[in-house]
C-alpha cells in the first residue's frame, strides 16, 4: 500500500496527547511512592494512551492559505476487519457509558486538500475514509467508517440573502424604530401615562425601564407582594440552567477528555451531573402561581369555561412573541454569523431543524417532536405551557375543595407512575444521565431525555405540587394562619437545603460502572421528582408565609427583582450563545475547572447582558403592546375593579419563568 507523504497525525501531536492523559490521570506517577487509587485509574491511563484521541482537528485558516482549500468535520467510527486487541480495548473502555467517551467514535476535523493529497477520488466521502483508513491503519492498526454525512468548508463566504432573512430584518428595524419614535415621543413630550397615544408609550425605553427596576410593580393584590421570594428562586435557578448548558462547552472539542471523564468520579460533579432536576422548581413556581392566581380571581369572578380560553390565549400571546424574535433570527440571520470547522455541524443543523419544525414551536408542541436540534432548550416552554392548559381544566371544572383534592391526588399519583411505567417499558435510565456521549450529542438521540425529561406528561407531579401548595397558601392567608406558634419546626425548613443536595447527590448510583438495576432506575424515576418538589415547595410556602427569615431574607434580596424580570429573555437567549461559542470554536479546548468557571460566569454574565436590552426593546414592548390590543385590555379602562382583577390574571402568564 503506498504511504501518505504527508502524514495527518504528527508524531509530536500524538505525544502531547499521551502526556496529557498521563499527567491527568495518574499524577501520582511522578513521586516513588506507589499510588494509592484504585489499579483501575493507572490501567486506565495506559489503556488511554493506546487509544486514538477522540477529537482531532487540523489547523482551520491555513487550511485556506492555498487556493482551492477544503476543510471537512467528520464523524466516523473505528472499526476493524478481523478482532485486534485494542479494538477489544476501546470497546470495554467505553462501556461505561455513563462517565466515558465512546471511544470509536471520532471527530476530526480535516483540511482535506494538505493532509490527505495523495487521494484523488472524486467522492469527498471515499477520499476521506481512504486517507483515515491509512492513517489509522498506521498508527493503531484500525480502519475507519466515514457516514454519508459530514461537513466541508471550501473558505469562499457566500451571503445568500433570502427573502425571509428580509422579512426578520425588517420586522426588527421597526421594531427598534418603534423604540425610537416611542422613546423620543416619551422623552419631549413627556405625556400623561392615561392621555398620551398609548400605543407609542409600550415602547418608550424610559418607562420600560422603570417597570424593569421597580420593586413590585404594577400589583395592586398585596398579596402577590408576599411572592417576592420567587423572584430570587427563579434567578438562581436560571443560574442552574444556564450552568448546565454551558456544559456542553465541556464535551465538544477538548483535547483532554481523559480529564472529563475523570471528573465524573468526584463527588461535587454529581452534582453538576444530576442537577437536571433543578428544572422541576420552575414547574412549582408555575403550578402555584396558576393555581393561586385563579384563586385569586375566583374570590370576585365566576370561573366559567370563559377562563380557560382567556387564560390560554393570554398565556400563548404573552410568551410567543419574545420567543418568535429568538426563532426568527436563528431561522435566518443566525447562520450568517459564524465560521468555523464545525459551525455547520453545530449551527447549521439547529437552522436546518428550525426552518422544518418552527411551527410546532410556536404551537408549544416542540417537546413531542422527537430528533429535532432547534431551541432545545424550550422544551420546557412547551411542556410548561401544556400542563398549564391541564392545570387550568382541572381547576375550573373542578370547583369543590373536595373535587380539587381528590383530582390533584390522582393526578399527582399520575405523575409518579407514569414515568416509573416509561422508564420500565423503555429501559430507560432513572434519571437523565448526563455522559459525555449525550452532551456530545445535544441528548438529541437521549431516550431518558426524550421520553421523560422533556415531555409534559411526565412532568404532572412537580406541577401539581405547586398548585397544592399555591391552594394551600391561598387558604392559609384567608384563614390568617400564624406562622409564629410554629417557630420550633424552622428546623425542618432549614433542612430542605442539605436534603435537596443529598436528593440530587443520590443520583451518583447512575454513574456507577454498572449501571443501575431497573428496580433502582424505577424507583427513581418514581421518586426523585416529587421528593424533590416538596423540598422546594416547603422552602417556597414559608417564605411566602413569612414562617422562616433566613432563606427567605437570601430569597427576597431586593437585586434579584429587576433580574427574575428579565429570565424569560435570559432563558431565551443563553443557550444561542452557547451554541454559538461551541459552534465558533477553531482548535480544541483544554478543559479545567478554571475554564469551565469562566465559561459559566461568561455566559450568564452574557445571558442577563443581552436580555436586558432584549427585554426593554422586544419582551416588555410585545407584552404592553397585546395587552393594550386585546379586548380584556380595553375592559380595564372602563372598570377599575375589573383591571385589577385582569392584572392578577395575566400575572400568572406573566411571571411563568
Ligand atoms: C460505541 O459506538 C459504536 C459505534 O457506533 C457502537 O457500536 C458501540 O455500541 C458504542 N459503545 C457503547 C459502549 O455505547
Ligand atoms: C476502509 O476500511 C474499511 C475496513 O477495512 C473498509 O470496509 C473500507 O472499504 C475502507 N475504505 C476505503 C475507501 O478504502
Not at 36 to 42: A, E, I, L
Not at 333 to 348: C, E, S
Not at 573 to 584: A, S
Request: charged share 20%.
Amino acid at each position: 500500500m503506498e504511504k501518505p507523504s504527508h502524514n495527518y497525525f504528527s508524531p509530536t501531536r500524538i505525544r502531547t496527547q499521551d502526556l496529557s492523559a498521563a499527567v491527568v490521570l495518574v499524577p501520582c506517577t511522578l513521586t516513588t511512592t506507589p499510588p494509592r487509587q484504585s489499579s483501575k485509574v493507572v490501567k486506565g491511563s495506559t489503556e488511554y494512551a493506546k487509544m486514538p484521541p477522540i477529537f482531532q482537528m487540523d489547523p482551520f485558516e491555513e487550511c485556506f492559505f492555498e487556493p482551492g482549500g477544503m476543510y471537512c468535520t467528520v464523524d466516523f467510527t473505528l472499526v476493524t476487519d478481523s478482532p485486534t486487541p485494542l479494538m477489544d480495548m476501546i470497546r470495554e473502555y467505553s462501556e461505561p457509558s455513563s462517565k466515558r467517551f465512546n471511544h470509536s467514535k471520532l471527530t476530526y476535523g480535516i483540511c482535506v486538500t494538505k493532509s490527505c493529497t495523495n487521494y484523488n477520488s472524486t467522492d469527498l466521502r471515499l477520499r476521506l475514509e481512504s486517507c483515515l483508513n491509512d492513517t489509522m491503519w498506521d498508527e493503531y492498526g484500525l480502519k475507519t467508517n466515514v457516514p454519508e454525512k459530514f461537513y466541508c468548508e471550501d473558505g469562499e463566504k457566500t451571503m445568500d440573502v433570502t427573502p425571509a432573512d428580509i422579512v426578520v430584518a425588517f420586522i426588527v428595524m421597526f421594531l427598534f424604530l418603534l423604540n425610537f419614535i416611542g422613546s423620543s415621543y416619551d422623552f419631549c413630550c413627556n405625556p400623561d401615562k392615561d392621555r398620551g397615544v398609548k400605543f407609542l408609550l409600550c415602547f418608550s425605553i424610559r418607562r420600560n425601564w422603570i417597570k424593569l427596576v421597580t420593586p413590585t410593580a404594577d400589583t395592586p393584590e398585596p398579596r402577590l407582594k408576599r411572592l417576592k421570594s420567587f423572584n430570587g428562586l427563579k434567578v438562581i435557578s436560571i443560574c442552574m440552567v444556564i450552568f448546565a448548558h454551558s456544559i456542553f462547552i465541556g464535551a465538544y472539542f477538548v483535547n483532554n477528555t481523559a480529564f472529563v471523564e475523570g471528573e465524573y468520579n468526584k463527588l461535587p460533579y454529581q452534582i453538576i451531573f444530576n442537577g437536571t432536576i433543578i428544572v422541576q422548581k420552575f414547574f412549582i413556581v408555575s403550578g402555584f402561581l396558576l393555581a393561586y392566581n385563579l384563586q385569586l380571581y375566583a374570590e370576585k369572578h365566576a370561573l366559567d369555561w370563559k377562563v380557560i380560553v382567556k387564560a390560554i390565549v393570554l398565556r400563548w400571546l404573552r410568551l410567543t412573541p419574545a420567543y418568535a424574535i429568538v426563532l426568527g433570527f436563528v431561522l435566518t440571520w443566525y447562520r450568517q454569523l459564524g465560521t468555523g470547522p464545525i459551525w455547520q455541524k453545530v449551527a447549521g443543523t439547529e437552522v436546518t431543524y428550525c426552518r422544518e419544525t418552527w411551527w410546532y414551536h410556536l404551537l408549544y408542541l416542540n417537546n413531542y417532536l422527537d430528533g429535532s436540534e432547534c431551541l432545545s432548550h424550550t422544551w420546557y416552554l412547551a411542556a410548561d405551557t401544556q400542563l398549564y392548559i391541564l392545570g387550568v381544566l382541572v381547576w375550573v371544572v373542578c370547583r369543590s375543595a373536595r373535587s380539587r383534592l381528590v383530582v390533584l391526588s390522582l393526578l399527582f399519583v399520575a405523575g409518579m407512575v407514569i414515568p416509573a411505567v416509561i422508564t420500565y417499558i423503555h429501559d430507560l435510565d432513572g434519571a437523565v444521565i448526563v455522559s459525555p456521549e449525550a452532551t456530545r450529542g445535544f441528548y438529541v438521540h437521549d431516550q431518558t431525555y426524550i421520553q421523560v425529561y422533556s415531555r409534559g406528561h411526565t412532568n404532572i407531579a412537580g406541577y401539581v405540587i405547586g398548585m397544592a401548595l399555591g391552594y394551600l397558601i391561598h387558604y392559609a392567608q384567608a384563614a390568617d394562619f400564624n406562622p409564629q406558634k410554629y417557630k420550633k419546626y424552622h428546623v425542618c425548613v432549614w433542612l430542605t437545603l442539605p436534603l435537596g443536595f443529598i436528593v440530587v447527590g443520590a443520583g451518583k448510583v447512575f454513574y456507577a460502572d454498572e449501571r443501575a438495576s431497573l428496580a433502582e432506575r424505577v424507583a427513581a424515576a418514581a421518586l426523585l421528582k416529587p421528593i424533590f418538589g416538596f423540598l422546594v415547595a416547603i422552602c417556597l410556602g414559608s417564605s411566602v408565609l413569612k414562617f422562616e427569615n433566613i432563606y427567605r431574607g437570601i430569597l427576597e434580596w431586593r437585586v434579584w427583582t429587576p433580574l427574575s424580570r428579565v429570565t424569560y429573555s435570559t432563558y431565551l437567549l443563553h443557550y444561542v450563545f452557547v451554541k454559538y461559542f461551541i459552534g465558533n470554536q477553531v482548535t480544541l479546548l483544554h478543559i479545567s475547572f478554571m475554564f469551565v468557571s469562566f465559561i459559566f460566569m461568561g455566559t450568564i454574565f452574557i445571558g442577563f447582558l443581552a436580555a436586558f436590552p432584549f427585554y426593554l426593546l422586544v419582551e416588555s414592548p410585545l407584552a404592553q403592546l397585546i395587552k393594550l390590543c386585546l379586548p380584556v385590555g380595553r375592559e380595564k379602562t372602563k372598570e377599575p375593579e375589573e383591571r385589577k382583577q385582569e392584572t392578577t390574571t395575566t400575572y400568572s402568564s406573566r411571571e411563568h419563568l
